[in-house]
């Protein structure tokens, strides 16, 4: 069964350097998402895209956050100058259409900011 | 804002018994869907409830979408030790591009 992958598992980072988290999204999936959980909270909405641009985003995707389609497969998240607070896991998710249609996750990206 | 409680937070019963985890709103979601998350994986998409009232059925757990789409109840029949696991609801707004997750129900079937 086809499925969103994400890497890396875990990424380990110094406070302020810039990281990027990788996905491929389902193949012919149009919508793709991410998302974050801190551990022991919710899973929130930071940012949704569709026709290379920006279609949705949270409070929490500020300019520091940008997202990207490079290429026919991969989708991913920038964070331009990491915080401590931005310590979390991040998921990738993908849908055919929006709205009805299900959200398909990845297993996720460990990011620890040290 | 919209906002999603999950009760309860965690249920622990014995094999066999029969269990519900309720997902509630004041909003109206278009959709709701529910997952089950294992430890260091990401959220796998069970069911999608989309009408009012809606009833669906995968095999002993049954999902349902309150008639004014705010409410899901995810009901398990005759629980076993493999359905052991947090479960997630999730609702999709108006505009679908984005989801609100309840905060999850842990639960644990003891053999």
């Known amino acids: 069964e086809p499925e969103v992958t994400q890497t890396p598992s875990h990424q380990v980072t110094q406070m302020g350097q810039e990281v990027i988290l990788r996905c491929v999204p389902i193949?012919?999936?149009?919508?793709f998402y991410w998302y974050r959980q801190i551990l022991g909270q919710k899973v929130e909405f930071l940012v949704s895209?569709?026709?290379?641009?920006?279609?949705?985003k949270s409070e929490i995707f500020d300019d520091q956050f940008s997202v990207e389609r490079p290429d026919g497969s991969n989708f991913t998240l920038k964070i331009r100058s990491t915080k401590l607070e931005d310590s979390a896991m991040y998921f990738c998710?993908?849908?055919?259409?929006?709205?009805?249609?299900?959200?398909?996750f990845g297993d996720g990206t460990r990011l620890s900011i040290l | 804002t919209q906002l999603l409680e999950q009760s309860p937070q965690f249920l622990s019963i014995q094999e066999g018994e029969n269990l519900t985890v309720y997902c509630n709103s004041s909003?109206?979601?278009?959709?709701l869907q529910w997952y089950r998350q294992e430890p260091g994986e990401g959220p796998v998409l069970l069911v999608t409830?989309?009408?009012?009232?809606e009833v669906k059925k995968l095999k002993r757990l049954t999902f349902q979408f309150g008639d004014a789409r705010k409410d899901s109840s995810l009901h398990i029949t005759a629980a076993q030790p493999g359905d052991t696991g947090l479960y997630l609801c999730?609702?999709?707004?108006?505009?679908?591009?984005?989801?609100?997750f309840g905060g999850g129900t842990r639960v644990l079937v003891k053999p």
């Open positions: 999730a609702g999709a707004g108006a505009a679908g591009n984005k989801l609100t």
């Open positions: 909003s109206v979601f278009s959709s």
């Open positions: 409830v989309v009408t009012g009232g």
């Open positions: 998710a993908s849908s055919i259409f929006r709205g009805h249609q299900p959200q398909h």
């Open positions: 895209f569709y026709n290379n641009e920006i279609s949705e």
């Open positions: 193949s012919n999936h149009l919508y």
